[in-house]
């Protein structure tokens, strides 16, 4: 009885000991991947969402990704970019958070980076929740949301 608590006790340090190594294998890939995509990603949200803050169809298709592109309708594009057209024009970037989860994630299928945050808008600040993925060096939106943001 004894012998076989011991063994269960063992299997059960190999198993958290193994556990504990993929968790803190995952927190230094996304740390490499926040610092890296600092760089190249987060320039790109500004200059996305500057280019995207005319709310017109053009430029807003021409920066989301085809995967994107077939999943929304005329008509839901339509709403949407009446919805955003309150906020006014994009004016900066006031915090991005990168999403490790999103980064741990992407090492499962296609690459996805994802930033949430504030940005700030002619009509004040604005969460930001986007989804970008590359493709042949250029940064295309896979999915984004905007709400007013609370002030407190």
């Known amino acids: 009885m004894m012998q076989a608590q011991s063994k269960q006790v ?3 340090r190999l198993i958290i000991a ?6 803190v294998m995952l927190y230094f890939h996304t740390s490499r991947e926040k610092n890296y995509y600092s760089k190249s990603a987060e320039p790109a949200v500004t200059q996305i969402l500057a280019e995207m803050s005319i709310w017109q169809k053009e430029p807003l298709l021409r920066h989301l990704a085809p995967e994107a592109k077939q999943t929304v309708t005329d008509e839901q594009l339509d709403q949407l970019l009446a919805q955003y057209r309150n906020f ?3 004016r900066s970037v006031e915090e ?3 999403s490790r989860t999103v980064s741990a994630f992407s090492l499962f299928g296609e690459k996805r980076i994802n930033y ?13 929740n986007i989804t970008l993925t590359e493709r042949n060096g250029f940064f295309l939106v896979y999915n984004f949301t905007l709400t007013r943001a609370v002030e407190g």
């Open 88 to 90: 006014g024009r994009f």
């Open 10 to 12: 063992q299997n059960l």
């Open 96 to 98: 991005l958070e990168f």
């Open 18 to 23: 193994f556990l504990l190594t993929i968790v």
């Open 116 to 128: 949430s945050g504030i940005v700030n808008f002619d009509a004040g600040p604005v969460n930001v």
